[in-house]
């Protein structure tokens, strides 16, 4: 469904991602492991396209994301690494504001929004203002707000970071059941047992170079994830 062909970034002298080529296949979990500076928001941001690549090329369902940029655009979520929501604003009004950016109609908005709120249990919340949420309660509305226009594709940059281990295995429950739903799932994260739980592949980045790329079964082989990781990430 993805392809990275050859993709190449760089920022001066610096190769942020260099030469990398994998392929994300449809309704998979696809992880990008790393430590900072590995090149996974770089990647993420060039599939989103806030960057382009510098040589190479990126396609989607065979089409290059160059000339294409408004059909690419339509099949992507993307949950940010920073929360990102408009504070003077309610948890409803910042969906409201979301799907009218996606030219969702009005009577199709307010059911979507309906729809998702009851998804990740925060309807009792609609009303309130964002900066009134918890940690765990943001980062569910960051997603469902991702998912205002029904994407094909989510891509979610270190979704769980800064959550407490309770928390982030409800983020983990919630994006196992999007999986199930056949949504094509993305996902950066520094933590390797959040690899290991979600991801059905990972590829791992050192210095923007792609280092492994397997089934999580296959890199824990013999050893675990982490060990793995810091092996090829030294």
Not at 33 to 52: D, F, H, R, Y
Not at 64 to 71: K, M, T, V
Not at 117 to 132: I, M, P, S, T
Not at 152 to 164: C, H, N, R, S, Y
Request: net charge neutral; proline share 3%.
């Amino acid at each position: 469904m993805i392809e990275f062909r050859d993709v190449e970034r760089t920022f001066g002298t610096t190769r942020a991602v260099d030469g990398v080529s994998f392929v994300i296949n449809r309704g998979e979990v696809f992880g990008l492991l790393g430590k900072n500076g590995a090149g996974k928001t770089t990647s993420i941001k060039m599939l989103t396209l806030q960057l382009q690549p510098t040589s190479g090329e990126i396609f989607f369902d065979g089409l290059p994301i160059r000339g294409n940029e408004l059909r690419v655009k339509s099949l992507l979520g993307l949950v940010p690494q920073h929360l990102n929501f408009d504070r003077d604003l309610t948890v409803e009004e910042n969906l409201e504001l979301h799907a009218r950016l996606h030219h969702l109609p009005p009577n199709e908005r307010r059911e979507r929004i309906d729809e998702l709120l009851k998804f990740v249990e925060l309807e009792r919340v609609r009303a309130a203002n964002v900066a009134e949420l918890s940690g765990g309660m943001k980062r569910r509305l960051l997603i469902i707000r991702a998912l205002i226009h029904r994407p094909q594709i989510l891509l979610l940059d270190e979704p769980t970071v800064a959550l407490d281990p309770q928390v982030r295995r409800k983020i983990w429950e919630l994006i196992g059941e999007l999986k199930r739903r056949g949504i094509t799932i993305v996902l950066t994260t520094h933590y390797i047992e959040e690899a290991q739980f979600l991801c059905d592949r990972v590829a791992i980045l050192n210095r923007g170079r792609l280092v492994a790329l397997d089934t999580t079964a296959n890199l824990c082989a013999g050893h675990s994830l982490e060990e793995t990781f810091l092996a090829l990430t030294k």
